[in-house]
């Protein structure tokens, strides 16, 4: 049983590869939620719980060359940050990463204390974790000790999503490791379990199962709805169209 019944607010997060839709759907959801009158707060990952960030961007830029800002389809542009791969960048990912757990449990305290009815996460510790070689026995064991330590969502949305559509949405890192990426997510789910995989359909189609499968969770984690509703399975289960 989730804890969100023991507490005021109730976690849900997004995470994907880099254009599969995150933004989109954490507005059709919040602009929903706020329709039936939840309170809701966003915590944006990156901005609110990442450690170090500027730090980060600038070594990025600076080593690696890559492009600074967001791709669009009509200017492209080439990041090389987590898609570099090596064993200096894994050691310095782990050290960050763990700094980034500390900082998310802070968070999520701090959101469990406050007026909301419901927290959306615009990317977890999951989206860090999946940039990491979880092939390898001592990674793995490092993920598990992390999830140890960082509270899971109450419900936690994996939207997959074709690399080559994802690309063409938000053009940043080669198809390549947008490929690699994402089964690095569908291996976290099955490592770490609790997840809700949304398979690739169309942005609405997927809005409609987000939706469909958020109401009944909904129903009995908000004090605002009447409990009773059927609670989906959200360990790494694949949510059909129109759900």
């Given at each position: 049983?989730?804890?969100?019944?023991?507490?005021?607010?109730?976690?849900?997060?997004?995470s994907?590869i880099?254009?599969?839709?995150?933004?989109?759907?954490?507005?059709?959801?919040?602009?929903?939620?706020?329709?039936?009158?939840?309170?809701?707060?966003?915590?944006?990952?990156w901005?609110?719980?990442?450690?170090?960030?500027?730090?980060r961007?600038?070594?990025?830029?600076?080593?690696?060359?890559?492009?600074?800002?967001v791709?669009?389809?009509?200017?492209?542009?080439?990041?090389?940050?987590?898609?570099v791969?090596?064993?200096?960048?894994?050691?310095?990912?782990?050290?960050?990463?763990?700094?980034?757990a500390?900082?998310?449990r802070?968070a999520?305290?701090?959101?469990?204390?406050?007026?909301?009815?419901?927290?959306?996460?615009?990317?977890?510790?999951?989206?860090?974790?999946?940039?990491?070689?979880?092939?390898?026995?001592?990674?793995?064991?490092?993920?598990?000790?992390?999830?140890?330590?960082?509270?899971?969502?109450?419900?936690?949305?994996?939207?997959?999503?074709?690399?080559?559509?994802?690309?063409?949405?938000?053009?940043?890192?080669?198809?390549?490791?947008l490929?690699?990426?994402?089964?690095?997510?569908?291996?976290?789910?099955e490592?770490?379990?609790?997840?809700?995989?949304i398979?690739p359909?169309?942005?609405?189609?997927?809005?409609?199962?987000?939706?469909?499968h958020?109401?009944?969770?909904?129903?009995?984690?908000?004090?605002?709805?009447?409990?009773?509703?059927?609670?989906?399975?959200?360990?790494?289960?694949?949510?059909?169209?129109?759900?």
């Amino acid at each position: 049983m989730h804890e969100c019944k023991e507490k005021r607010a109730c976690f849900v997060s997004f995470s994907g590869i880099d254009g599969s839709g995150k933004s989109t759907q954490i507005q059709a959801l919040r602009a929903h939620c706020e329709a039936i009158g939840l309170r809701v707060r966003s915590i944006a990952f990156w901005n609110n719980v990442a450690r170090l960030t500027r730090v980060r961007e600038g070594a990025a830029h600076r080593v690696f060359k890559g492009d600074k800002g967001v791709g669009t389809p009509a200017a492209p542009i080439e990041r090389r940050d987590k898609n570099v791969r090596s064993p200096l960048m894994t050691a310095a990912r782990l050290f960050l990463y763990f700094l980034d757990a500390v900082s998310l449990r802070r968070a999520a305290e701090k959101a469990s204390r406050s007026d909301a009815d419901l927290v959306i996460f615009d990317r977890y510790i999951y989206d860090e974790l999946a940039n990491l070689s979880l092939c390898k026995p001592l990674i793995r064991a490092y993920v598990r000790l992390l999830m140890k330590f960082v509270p899971k969502p109450d419900i936690g949305y994996l939207l997959d999503a074709d690399p080559v559509e994802a690309r063409a949405r938000k053009p940043e890192y080669p198809l390549e490791f947008l490929n690699t990426n994402r089964r690095s997510y569908l291996d976290l789910c099955e490592l770490v379990g609790g997840m809700t995989v949304i398979a690739p359909m169309p942005i609405r189609e997927v809005e409609r199962a987000v939706l469909g499968h958020a109401r009944n969770e909904l129903s009995s984690r908000t004090p605002q709805r009447e409990s009773g509703g059927a609670a989906a399975s959200t360990d790494c289960d694949r949510e059909p169209a129109g759900a």
